[in-house]
């Protein structure tokens, strides 16, 4: 890839009982993403149906590998897969360094994206038939 590296991850949680858990490790996550070195900039969305979206751009791609391997993330991710059904991940290059919007975003998951592996998937979860939701909230990190 050249350019600036696009990293867009979706993950839905399958129980409210998961929720304060999930919360928790994502404060962390976004503790560590601030501090990662080739971090540029970033967006949160939070959907109705408790459906978490991060967007994170990057320097290049070893500034993404190095956060995605390292810390409060490489923590958080084998209990991601038992308390999420769907979960997916988005990559990209592009030229500037600047968030994409909501619309580019969902619509390169739906068409790019890729399933993570989950120990309950939905059965949205390996086509990546997610369901239309309203966001609840969305901020820049």
């Known amino acids: 890839m050249s350019g600036y590296v696009i990293s867009v991850t979706r993950f839905r949680v399958r129980s409210l009982r998961f929720l304060p858990f999930f919360l928790i490790h994502a404060q962390r996550c976004l503790a560590q993403i601030r501090r990662s070195d080739g971090y540029i900039a970033g967006a949160l969305r939070r959907d109705r149906d408790h459906a978490y979206w991060t967007t994170s751009v990057w320097r290049d ?27 997916s991940t988005v990559r990209w290059a592009q030229d500037s360094g600047g968030v994409p919007s909501w619309p580019e975003t969902i619509e390169r998951m739906r068409r790019e994206g890729r399933p993570l592996p989950l120990r309950h998937p939905g059965p949205a979860h390996a086509g990546l038939g997610f369901a239309e939701s309203e966001p609840s909230q969305m901020t820049l990190i």
């Open 61 to 87: 791609e070893a500034a993404l590998l190095a956060y995605v391997t390292g810390g409060a993330h490489r923590n958080a991710m084998p209990k991601m897969s038992e308390w999420g059904d769907e979960a």
